[in-house]
């Protein structure tokens, strides 16, 4: 007990100490850009009347005629895997839609977008820093416990005061601008430009078992969900429905069970059941540790209630997400074996296509009526710009042209072409996707605690454990 307190007051040390760093930080003409207002000519919510134009002032970048190189900075395979810049078509539907963004930025502004990837994005950042910057452009960072460190020694230019760049907008996430935000600087920021890389927790359900399914007051799931009535008891119920291993804890092919539960998705029943490993109050620029006692020892015994209390209607295991596409927990759910399953549909999306059988989406369920809202745990999709980086001006305007232009064109070919593909074409599928999406939820604490001391707890505690006593752990 000892070393977690040790690691949780570690954990707010370190978010004292960004704090002081924006606090006593770089001065206003350490950012050329400025604050002032941007030079945008209208600014409705209707995406119809949505343009690049109308949010970035038109520039043109080349040199001699010459398209200026503009370098994004990331970490290994990630451009391959997330799509960030395309340089031809292949058939793919993300790799297209990315060309065509490419193509079209390009174009708009006179440069030549490319990535430089690197396995050590900590190490190339700070020696590009210290030996006068200029190198890198934009970043994409590994959401790992490098970022803290980034942000406390200053590799990074703080984006809140930027002129054109409008974190206000429906095309960054308005949940992570708010929560990383200290003392009015920000350093990081997601938008629609990294959705691909954007982990976020659902669960699948498969729509041919829960047709077939029959007891006394059924309803659509989607219905329910809109009602506000898919919580954790309407879970475990539904869960108790299907299934019919004989609780030998040996998967066999005849096997079926209510739900498919990853043991790494805990960390998701905690934001979807309503805790936060910190509570920010971004004005104050202060932090609270969150992790309410009593609530943690009530999402426990839920956990414990689903996952060991189910008559054997669950199958549960861990994973990573190398290894997810042999695992046997997807080939339960692949193979039409399971009501439900817990899943990230940001890291795991390719999967789906593998699947026959029609599949539904929902948030991770509420702690119980009582919860206003459904959370959609998200760590993942920074953005932001190296400290130095030659012309920040240009770089704030291209990371809000690659936002605005992703949620109008690539957004859309994500969630349909890709997440219902030949899966459905169910018009509420996508709605609850786009339903999912808008729920994201971010926390700093997640970023920043660096040994996931809070981030496995319920993992820890509840599931390896099986215990409903997080508090006294």
Known sequence: MKRILIQLLCLLLTLAAVATAVACGRKEEDHPAGSAEPEQTTAGGDDRELTIENWVPARDYREDGVPRQVILLTFSQYNTNYHFFAYEETGE???????????RINSMFGVDLQCVEDNHLQQT?????????GEYDLFYPHPSSELPSMVVNGMMTELAGLQYMNLG??????SQVDNYTVNGRLYLAVSDFSLSGQGFACILFNRDIWNGLE??????????VEAGGWTAEALETYTRLYGTDNGDGVYDRQDTYGLVYQDQQSTAFLYGYGETIVRA???????SLGLTPMKMNGIAAKLNTLVYQSDNHVFHGACNYGTFGQSEMWEVFRNGRALFMTYDIGALYRYLIETKQDI????IPKYD????NYNVLCAAGFVAIPYLAADTEMSAILLEALAIDSYLNYRPVFIKNILLGRLSEEPRDYQMLEFLHDRKTYDIGYTFDIDGVAVDLLLVVAINKKSTNVSGY
Do not use: M
């Open 93 to 103: 539907a993300l790799n297209d839609a990315a060309w065509s963004r490419t193509s």
């Open 125 to 133: 950042l700070s020696n590009s820093v210290f030996g006068g910057g």
């Open 169 to 174: 907008q429906r095309w960054w996430n308005r």
């Open 215 to 224: 007891f006394d007051g059924k309803q659509d799931l989607y219905d329910l």
């Open 281 to 287: 109050d971004p004005a104050n620029g202060t932090y």
């Open 360 to 363: 539904g989406y929902l948030p």
């Open 369 to 372: 009526g009582e919860q206003e």
